[in-house]
């Protein structure tokens, strides 16, 4: 983390750090789970450092309150008081010295914690990496076809122009031409209309954020490395997804109860670095630079958080249900969940031209971990002044790139045509994309 955001990080993970000190133990074995080794040595020296300077500047404190007493009785009795006067000039120099030490051991004692993953739920199914997840269930079935599958790259042709694209920005940045970007547009906006009606509030996010957003979401400090950064004083980042600026609207908020939960919902525009993917992944519009999103979140009290998760996951398979295209649902083990989650439920879409299923949404409960980087709190009513954490939830509904593939090859003929979802027809104004 940035030298500049240390008052940021004391301020924001307090009581993480306080939980270390209570059970290091259990939080060790949980991270574990997680494949995560906590350095219970690293953590030690630090906590003892800051125990060190902590105890030093309360001990030069107290002295500092018996000066001042004994220099004021001095004064009233007219006696000299200097040998006390230059002792206290001395302790408050130390003191400074001191409380600068103890700010620095602070620092790196809460960047060590705002390093920790979340720690699974106890009903997140515990494995080591994907291939033990767990599925939950499968929707259609893939189609068989009578002709060699193409994939979408060889069915979009021209209409997804890679090369012009990589000639403008550099590789892995899309260009969609004439139906192609017509179908994307109706597709996001489908969606949108969609999710409306179930209630949700559309906000329209900015794009660029600061640090502290990035902090609050759980990508900075581990995931730097992933994002576009600007070259401005307050090094403002291009989002990863809309996740950011949405969950950041509770930052610092403090609402009642019966104004939870909220139920977001967004379409943006995301960047990623996407580090280290090479091969087939990165061909087309699977993996790339800049895709676009529609983005859930759901703000709630930690009692409904479960129940929200299952209704976000059913929100977003509701797309892929309209569009008549295979998918299935998966849990994610405890070795496959991302940095900030608790538990995870990955929507896997039938992608034709690989013979495989592939991620379209992750729908994730986060518990409180977000809501305590970024203080994020609710009045419960039966206390209304006391103020607890609020759960924070996310998923994707859907990543529309991704979906365009899956819509394209699940849906061409033996022609090379590519027939649209009956859902999009009418927007589309043609039954076939081309």
């Not at 525009?269 to 087939?280: I, M």
């Not at 930690?302 to 996951?313: D, G, M, Y």
């Amino acid at each position: 983390m940035l030298q500049s955001n240390i008052r940021f990080i004391i301020d924001r993970t307090m009581l993480e750090a306080n939980h270390l000190r209570l059970d290091l133990d259990h939080i060790s074995r949980q991270l574990a789970k997680k494949g995560h080794t906590l350095d219970k040595n690293a953590y030690q020296k630090l906590e003892a450092e800051r125990k060190h300077w902590q105890s030093k500047c309360e001990i030069l404190q107290a002295e500092r309150n018996q000066l001042a007493k004994i220099i004021g009785q001095k004064k009233s009795k007219g006696e000299d008081a200097s040998q006390a006067l230059e002792r206290s000039q001395a302790i408050m120099h130390e003191t400074k010295e001191a409380e600068r030490s103890l700010k620095i051991a602070q620092s790196n004692l809460y960047q060590f914690a705002a390093s920790l993953p979340n720690l699974p739920h106890e009903s997140t199914p515990f494995g080591q990496s994907e291939h033990e997840n767990v599925e939950i269930k499968r929707v259609g079935e893939p189609l068989s076809y009578d002709f060699d599958i193409k994939s979408h790259t060889q069915l979009c042709g021209d209409y997804l122009n890679m090369a012009k694209a990589s000639q403008l920005s550099g590789s892995r940045f899309p260009l969609l031409v004439g139906p192609l970007a017509k179908l994307n547009r109706v597709l996001a906006n489908w969606m949108m209309n969609e999710h409306l009606k179930h209630g949700y509030t559309e906000i329209n996010v900015p794009v660029l954020v600061k640090p502290d957003a990035l902090f609050g979401t759980g990508q900075l400090p581990k995931f730097r490395e992933d994002q576009f950064v600007t070259n401005t004083p307050s090094e403002l980042t291009l989002i990863p997804t809309a996740e950011v600026p949405i969950t950041n609207i509770a930052a610092g908020e403090i609402w009642l109860e019966d104004q939870l939960p909220k139920r977001y919902c967004a379409h943006s525009l995301c960047f990623r670095k996407e580090a280290g993917t090479y091969g087939q992944d990165s061909n087309g519009l699977f993996r790339v630079h800049q895709f676009e999103k529609v983005e859930l979140v759901h703000l709630c009290t930690p009692e409904e958080s479960a129940k929200e998760l299952e209704l976000l996951c059913q929100q977003a398979c509701l797309i892929l249900d309209k569009l008549k295209i295979p998918y299935r649902v998966i849990e994610l083990c405890s070795g496959d969940l991302g940095f900030s989650a608790q538990k995870t439920y990955d929507i896997e879409v039938w992608m034709a031209s690989q013979h495989t299923y592939r991620e379209v949404s992750s729908c994730s409960n986060m518990s409180d971990f977000q809501a305590r980087r970024m203080k994020a709190r609710y009045r419960p009513s039966s206390q209304p002044k006391k103020t607890s954490y609020i759960h924070t939830l996310n998923g994707s509904a859907l990543a529309i790139g991704r979906t365009l593939i899956a819509i394209i090859e699940h849906y061409q003929t033996a022609n090379g045509q590519v027939k649209i979802p009956s859902v999009l027809q009418d927007s589309m104004g043609t039954d076939y994309l081309f």
